[in-house]
């Protein structure tokens, strides 16, 4: 067995000059002994080469593996599943005021619990509740890190040790196995159903009121609808009954929009001020969904409820950081310019691109994808559908384009198709598609123009053989 060199040696030699500066002494000696070590057992079986022990084989080899382990495990992909709001894929994308932003605190101290004004100490929830109420038309505001814990937190500061009244067809699962009921024992509290799955009327809530029941609350059908013999309560029909019993009506709106998203041609979607104002006393929401903030749970309505709700132990565990309330802040502020908003406001700006630019990117796109993928797959420019996605409007479609790889030979491509999807998928920016209908399909509505050239472009070196 050829003489393993000194690790000491090794470490001195010119090779390994490079090696130390990028990454240091004490991460280049565990590497270069793990990969000494794993020579001598390829010696003893007999496979090991001599040539792997040169100073530079060696200091490639070390290179490679920290040059690995340096890589982010957070990396930037590009979303071509049709989802825009896609949750396995972060959500909404920030708008470049909300960068400046996060980027400001990041690097400088920032007021998050001082009062300016009297030079003692502030709350957190003070620097945005004025500009959330402003948009909402609530009188309070609190700010957590999801809807999720915007739920729980209500309930458990509300309804701990009472019964929270819900319509049995809105007991909602959504990603994660997230559920009401189980929301509901988390957080202390009883859950009593009404109606039936399909039909629920406003006399059920109204049988149901008892001396334990703590508050109404309608939940939003984020990933289904109910459709056929149906009969649900409105929040207009509920908010007077509630009154009446001198009950809080909880609205969970679950992915909240501040405007109303028909004037852009999209879907209609109540809004977090509609909601108020037909009566609801508190609504929750999230800030990553519709509202295209940073992930946040936000709680709107009164003020004597909210007091209450930030009075709660969980309120401190659930609470947001000064990067969350800096990016949130940038984008409610773009609320206010809705002339802008369309083309600021990223998922805004995604949710309504022109399916004529997505057709013509497709066209540009397409020789490109036609030569890595090879003869055995064509390569078609195709119209599709885009989702909302995370719940939103979950019945509802975009128009959109873009490409779908298919056998050549028309029959079920199987692992092969599998293999594209992976290939795409290992690219230096993986590229994330949809494998359905024997197809892999790539829709190109968030892929925008300044990304076009980077995503062509490693393509094409792929395509060659080239390292992207």
């Known amino acids: 067995m050829a003489r393993v060199p000194s690790v000491e040696r090794v470490l001195a030699s010119a090779a390994f000059a490079p090696v130390l500066a990028a990454h240091g002494r004490t991460q280049t000696l565990a590497v270069l002994r793990a990969s000494l070590d794993a020579w001598r057992a390829e010696a003893q079986a007999g496979r090991a080469s001599v040539e792997a022990l040169a100073d530079a084989s060696l200091a490639a080899s070390v290179g490679a593996t920290l040059d690995k382990r340096a890589e982010s495990s957070v990396k930037s992909v590009f979303n071509l599943t049709g989802t825009v709001l896609h949750t396995n894929l972060g959500r909404a994308l920030l708008p470049d005021e909300a960068l400046r932003a996060v980027a400001e605190v990041l690097t400088r101290p920032a007021n998050l619990e001082f009062d300016l004004a009297t030079g003692a100490r502030g709350d957190r929830d003070d620097l945005i509740n004025e500009l959330i109420c402003e948009l909402t038309g609530a009188e309070a505001a609190t700010v957590v890190n999801n809807n999720a814990a915007a739920v729980l937190l209500t309930l458990s500061a509300l309804a701990a040790r009472r019964e929270v009244i819900v319509s049995r067809g809105e007991l909602v699962e959504i990603g994660g196995a997230f559920r009401i ?164 406001l990223t998922t805004l700006r995604l949710l309504t691109r022109p399916a004529d630019a997505m057709r013509l990117a497709a066209e540009r796109i397409q020789p ?34 873009g490409l779908v790889v298919r056998l050549t030979s028309g029959k079920k491509a199987g692992g092969q198709l599998n293999r594209i999807e992976r290939r795409l998928r290992d690219l230096p920016r993986p590229v994330i598609g949809r494998i359905a209908d024997n197809a892999l399909w790539l829709d190109l509505r968030c892929l925008e123009a300044q990304d076009e050239a980077a995503f062509i472009a490693q393509l094409e070196m792929r395509a060659t053989g080239r390292n992207a």
């Not at 859950?191 to 001396?211: C, M, P, Q, S, W």
């Not at 909880?250 to 977090?272: I, K, M, N, Y």
């Not at 003869?375 to 479609?397: K, N, R, Y």
């Open 368 to 401: 490109v994808l036609q030569a890595m993928t090879g003869a055995d797959f064509v390569v078609a420019t195709e119209p599709m559908f885009s989702q909302i996605g995370s719940g939103a409007l979950p019945v509802d479609v975009l128009p959109s384009y």
């Open 181 to 344: 009921p189980d929301i509901m024992s988390r957080a202390g509290a009883k859950l009593r159903e009404v109606g039936t799955t399909n039909r629920t009327h406003l006399k059920d809530y109204d049988e149901a009121i008892n001396a334990r029941t703590a508050l109404l609350m309608k939940v939003h059908c984020s990933n289904y609808a109910v459709t056929g013999f149906t009969k649900e309560v409105t929040l207009a029909e509920l908010a007077p009954l509630a009154r009446a019993r001198g009950l809080p009506v909880v609205v969970d709106l679950g992915s909240g929009t501040l405007v109303d998203l028909a004037q852009w041609g999209l879907p209609r979607e109540a809004t977090v001020r509609e909601t108020v104002e037909a009566g609801a006393q508190l609504v929750t929401f999230s800030g990553d969904k519709l509202l295209g903030g940073p992930q946040a749970g936000l709680i709107v309505g009164t003020k004597e409820l909210i007091a209450k709700i930030k009075k709660h132990p969980l309120k401190r565990a659930l609470r947001v950081g000064k990067l969350t309330l800096a990016a949130l802040e940038a984008v409610l502020r773009l609320y206010r310019t809705p002339e802008t908003l369309a083309e600021r």
